[in-house]
């Protein structure tokens, strides 16, 4: 695995999706400290933490969407999918180094935005909460990743193209948008992810009926982990999908 692994970081030190992703990732987070630096701002987790989860929660989908779509659009790409899929190695293993190299490098990009918050913090306000911030913010970070990385994984593999999976991101932000201040938001796992997470940090932004939320929202997205998982390992085991 740790082959498999290392190939596929070799693949991608090429790519330079890599960039355009970081940028992305960044801006909500640039923007942030750019508008308290401007106008001034409370430097609390209730005031620039707050606003910087907000603007997070719309760009994540984005960013993990384009990362796995682009480690799995590389072999479609160079016209090597037949040929990475037949090397001699388990399709299961390949196809799970791809995902996992794809998963890790989100959370690199994630951990760029969280050293800059906690930078800015002991910079500005020393007592605001780190532990509470980075719990909140990998709680969300972590949600959104195990939700929509396997979908996007799912949809190159069948669409063999990355503009369609970004697409997918883009209404995927759209719908969080728009659901993620209803009570029945624990169905969207995006959603579930941000009112789950910002709970921590603005009490009156959690669930009203916490246990019911808790409840539904883990079993949705416990599904939303097993079905696309078992439809992955059927496209890449099935020999028709080979070509």
Same mark, same amino acid.
């Given at each position: 695995m740790?082959? %498999?692994?290392?190939n596929?970081?070799?693949?991608?030190r090429?790519e330079?999706?890599?960039?355009?992703?970081?940028?992305?990732?960044? $801006?909500?987070?640039?923007?942030?400290? !750019?508008?308290?630096? $401007?106008?001034?701002?409370?430097p609390?987790l209730e005031?620039?933490?707050?606003?910087?989860?907000?603007?997070?929660?719309? $760009?994540?989908?984005?960013?993990?969407?384009?990362?796995?779509?682009?480690?799995?659009?590389?072999?479609?790409?160079?016209?090597?999918?037949?040929?990475?899929l037949?090397?001699?190695?388990s399709?299961?293993?390949?196809?799970? *180094?791809?995902?996992?190299?794809?998963?890790c490098?989100?959370?690199?990009?994630? *951990? !760029? +935005?969280?050293?800059?918050?906690? @930078?800015f913090?002991?910079?500005?306000?020393?007592?605001a909460? @780190?532990?509470?911030?980075?719990?909140?913010y990998? @709680?969300?970070?972590? !949600?959104?990743i195990?939700s !929509?990385?396997?979908?996007?994984?799912?949809?190159?593999?069948?669409?063999? +193209?990355?503009?369609?999976?970004?697409?997918?991101?883009?209404?995927?932000?759209?719908?969080?948008?728009?659901?993620?201040?209803?009570?029945?938001?624990? %169905?969207?796992?995006?959603?579930?992810?941000?009112?789950?997470?910002?709970?921590?940090?603005v009490?009156?932004a959690?669930?009203?009926?916490?246990?019911l939320?808790?409840?539904?929202?883990?079993?949705?997205t416990?599904?939303f982990? %097993? @079905?696309? %998982?078992?439809a +992955?390992?059927? $496209?890449?085991?099935?020999?028709?999908?080979?070509?």
């Amino acid at each position: 695995m740790r082959t %498999l692994i290392a190939n596929e970081l070799r693949k991608i030190r090429r790519e330079r999706f890599v960039w355009a992703v970081l940028v992305l990732n960044v $801006v909500p987070f640039a923007m942030v400290v !750019v508008n308290h630096v $401007v106008n001034g701002g409370d430097p609390t987790l209730e005031g620039f933490y707050f606003t910087f989860h907000n603007q997070y929660t719309m $760009v994540l989908p984005l960013v993990v969407c384009a990362t796995v779509a682009a480690c799995f659009h590389t072999e479609f790409r160079n016209g090597t999918y037949f040929e990475w899929l037949t090397c001699g190695r388990s399709r299961p293993a390949l196809w799970a *180094a791809k995902l996992t190299v794809a998963c890790c490098l989100v959370v690199v990009l994630a *951990a !760029v +935005n969280h050293v800059g918050l906690v @930078l800015f913090f002991l910079a500005e306000n020393p007592d605001a909460g @780190l532990l509470r911030m980075s719990a909140a913010y990998w @709680l969300l970070v972590g !949600v959104s990743i195990a939700s !929509v990385a396997l979908l996007c994984a799912l949809l190159t593999l069948l669409t063999r +193209n990355v503009v369609i999976v970004n697409v997918f991101g883009i209404g995927l932000t759209v719908a969080t948008l728009v659901f993620m201040a209803a009570d029945f938001s624990y %169905l969207i796992p995006t959603c579930f992810a941000y009112r789950l997470s910002v709970g921590m940090i603005v009490p009156d932004a959690a669930y009203p009926d916490l246990g019911l939320a808790l409840a539904v929202g883990w079993s949705v997205t416990a599904l939303f982990l %097993l @079905l696309p %998982l078992l439809a +992955n390992l059927l $496209v890449i085991t099935r020999r028709r999908y080979l070509r």
